[in-house]
Each structure stands twice: as C-alpha cells, then as structure tokens.
T-cell receptor
C-alpha cells in the first residue's frame, strides 16, 4: 500500500459527460502529480501541484483541469469526454518536488 | 517528442539469469533518473534511482547504470525471479522545481521458468 488513495477505482461514462477523479496523497506529502496511461503510451504527465499551487504542466487538454485543496487532496476534472479519453489515470505524491513518487492504484475511466 | 525512450516493448529472460532493461533519453538537462515497476491493476512502485553525479547505484538484486555521454541508462536484475515479471518504467527529471518527471513507455519483462 503506497498510502496514496484514488477514488473511484472504475468509472464508466458517456461521451460529452464530465467526471471528477479524486486523490488523497500520502500523509505529509505536499506534491501531487497526475498521469494518464493509455494503451501503448506509457505514463503521460498531465499536471503537478505543490502545496496548493500549480508547479508544472504537461500535455493536459484544455477540457481537463485540476486543483489541489488546502487539505492537500487533489481533483482532476475531465469534461466534454471523448472516446479517446478512456485511460488509466494515476495520481502520485511526493514529499517535495521531483522526489521519489508514490503512486495510487489508479482510476480506470471508460468513455462509451 | 519522446524525451525518455524504452525501445524494447517486451523482454523474456530465463529464471536465474540476468535481466537488462535499457532506457535512452534526449534531454541533457535531466539529472535524476528512476526506475519503477508495475504489476497489473496496481500503480507503479519505485524501484531504484540514480543521480547524474553517479554512474552506478546498487540495491540488492537491482543495479542501475548511467552513461551520461551516451544518454543511456540500464537496469540490471540478477538473478531474475518469477516475481520480477512486470512492466518496468524508466523516468527522468531535472532538479529545478518546475521540472517534470517524464516516463518512458515501459518494457514488459517476462521471467520464464
């Protein structure tokens, strides 16, 4: 158990819908990262937060947004969903910035 | 543009032999490298790391080698065990606070009995 909690584990929705993925980092970790894993695409970096502030941005679509709350949990919002958004979304946390990451078990999103 | 490349999608190795997983990177600003292991239905777990000031780091059966001039690193597992069957991801980062941790696409390792 990495100590990072992601909910829900599975999400099935339809095109055009909006969903929210939630992540609780390990106790004491200030940094939260979001990654997307699609078939044959490895782990694509989406966005990183440190203590509530956005720290780095990757290939995150404009339809996607995220935030980190004062209690350090984070949410990833995906809107106007398309079939191609179906993927495994991982959250990770670390104590500082760009240190060893601890990953949650992921949220499997299926857009039908 | 893929900055971290794992060119072998899969690798099969006999139990007890050495497994060598390779990773190449293009960004010369990377100076911290990590290997992660992933089982199905689980998140990746940290395995071993190396900073650019070293060329080798060892932890039990796992050794990571870094060749900065070639922009290449490798993970050696010896001896390979059945539980090592998993997907291995190479990752790299700079040390600036805004740097991203970039992952490769992964290599699936099969340990054969």
């Amino acid at each position: 158990d990495s100590g990072v909690t992601q909910t829900p584990k599975h999400l099935i929705t339809a095109t055009g819908q909006r969903v929210t993925l939630r992540c609780s980092p390990r106790s004491g970790d200030l940094s939260v990262y979001w990654y997307q894993q699609s078939l044959d695409q490895g782990l694509q970096f989406l966005i990183q937060y440190y203590n509530g502030e956005e720290r780095a941005k990757g290939n995150i679509l404009e339809r996607f947004s995220a935030q980190q709350f004062p209690d350090l949990h984070s949410e990833l919002n995906l809107s106007s969903l398309e079939l191609g958004d179906s993927a495994l979304y991982f959250c990770a946390s670390s104590t500082g910035v760009n240190e060893k990451l601890f990953f949650g078990s992921g949220t499997q999103l299926s857009v039908l | 543009d893929q900055q971290v490349k794992q060119n072998s999608p899969s690798l099969s190795v006999q139990e007890g032999r050495i497994s060598i997983l390779n990773c190449d990177y293009t960004n010369s600003m990377f100076d911290y490298f990590l290997w992660y292991k992933k089982y199905p239905a689980e998140g990746p777990t940290f395995l071993i790391s190396i900073s650019s000031i070293k060329d080798k780091n060892e932890d039990g059966r796992f050794t990571v080698f870094l060749n900065k001039s070639a922009k290449h690193l490798s993970l050696h597992i010896v001896p390979s065990q059945p539980g090592d069957s998993a997907v291995y991801f190479c990752a790299a980062s700079g040390m600036n606070r805004d740097d991203k941790i970039i992952f490769g696409k992964g290599t699936r390792l099969h340990i054969l009995p």
